[in-house]
């Protein structure tokens, strides 16, 4: 079996084994989010970001990181546009 195939295929059981798992450590995190570990701990020291430590080990809840990164949706133009004509509308007809 080639190298490279041999490397898909470890991707592949790496992230068939991240889907499944619930509770995730450091390095899963920094795979589902695409953030450095470096930059996952700044945010667990400064509280930016949920996470558990019932020992030395850092731990994430997988629905409350997904939640985390859907904070602070930006708003498309065609939603601005739309919040733009309403806000007018109501401004008119007061």
Known sequence: MSEELREQLDRIEKYSLLAAKNVLCLDDVAI???????????????????????????????????????????????EIEQRAQAYCMEKVSK
């Open 32 to 78: 589902l989010t695409g953030l450095s570990k470096s930059h996952l701990y700044k945010l667990t020291c400064n509280h930016q970001i949920p996470h558990y430590k019932p020992n030395k080990q850092i731990y994430f809840d997988r629905s409350e990181i997904e939640s985390w990164m859907k904070q602070n949706r930006v708003a498309t133009v065609d």
